[in-house]
């Protein structure tokens, strides 16, 4: 019978095995840092576009802040204008009601007539006063009802008077106020 010895080709065929393993192992291992890398290196790349987006909003958000502020402040300037506006109408509303009427009572009042009382409740308005006449107090009637500020002008009391030996006529008017708009 024949011995062949199959040792060494055994051996060999280990070592070749071995060989294949390590080699199998080390591309393995290799591989598996190529890929390790490569996420790592896009991991980063996502996480610095992040980080510049994020930067840029923050950026905007401050502008947009700003821009809010501003346009807060406008809207507290509006508001002020506004109140100081209504403030002057209410003036001018005011300048044309009493100052007005009184002006228009002097301007119609003549000569030897002179009055004593003025009150105003709401539209309504009663006179007083002393004229040398009933004509003077006919006149007087009659330019205060021309004079665009009074209406309804209505002798109440017309009556003889004397004040240290002078005689003239007493007199009470009751009036209404025309509303004019400034």
């Known amino acids: 019978m024949i011995k ?21 192992g080390v591309v393995s291992l290799v591989l598996v840092l190529v890929v390790g890398v490569a996420a790592w290196g896009y991991l980063r790349s996502e996480i610095s576009t992040l980080k510049t987006g994020i930067a840029s909003s923050e950026a905007e958000l401050a502008a947009l802040k700003t821009k809010i502020g501003a346009i807060d402040n406008l809207k507290r300037l509006q508001a002020d204008v506004k109140k100081k506006l ?12 009493p100052a007005a009427r009184l002006a228009a009572l002097s301007e119609t009042t003549p000569d030897k007539v002179w009055l004593t009382k003025y009150s ?35 002798l109440v009391v017309s009556e003889q008077a004397e004040i240290t030996g002078v005689k003239y006529k007493r007199f009470d008017l009751a009036l209404q106020i025309l509303d004019q708009k400034p």
């Open 86 to 97: 209504d403030v002057l109408n209410r003036l001018r509303r005011g300048k044309s009601g």
């Open 4 to 24: 062949i010895n199959l040792l060494p080709l055994r051996t060999s065929k280990k070592q070749e095995t071995m060989r294949q393993q390590i080699t199998i």
């Open 120 to 154: 105003e409740n709401g539209e309504k308005v009663s006179l007083s006063g002393g004229a040398m006449s009933e004509e003077l107090i006919a006149i007087f009637m009659k330019s205060l009802q021309a004079s665009g500020a009074f209406s309804n002008v209505e």
